[in-house]
């Protein structure tokens, strides 16, 4: 729809009921300070993969805890295990144990 020049987008809803959550199911038992995420941004802000290519770590858990693993599967290899995340958190979200996690689902459950 166009209202006075803007273009109305359509509703992207998400079926939590039809997608896979293993894989944050498996983040959450291995590295369970990911509940207490805020989505600050911290973690993305400093991260050395995000500078140098499209990686988003704030996105990456999003999209695992809402079960879209397709999309989480192709950023993942995009992180570089620094650490930086780690050091800006300000909850002491252990982002590097997370991404591990997610990792290791994925080679156990390949598609």
Do not use: H
């Not at 079926?15 to 300070?33: C, H, I, L, V």
């Amino acid at each position: 729809m166009n209202f006075w020049g803007f273009k109305i987008s359509e509703t992207r809803s998400i079926n939590y009921d039809a997608n896979e959550r293993g894989m944050a199911e498996r983040m959450e038992q291995e590295a369970p300070s990911s509940k207490l995420c805020i989505g600050c941004g911290g973690c993305t802000a400093g991260c050395t993969a995000g500078a140098l290519t499209e990686f988003n770590i704030r996105r990456l858990q999003m999209l695992a805890k809402r079960g879209e693993e397709r999309e989480a599967r192709e950023r993942l290899g995009r992180c570089m295990l620094c650490g930086k995340c780690l050091l800006v958190c300000p909850r002491g979200v252990e982002t590097r144990k997370m991404i591990l996690s997610m990792m290791n689902y994925i080679k156990n459950n390949p598609k």
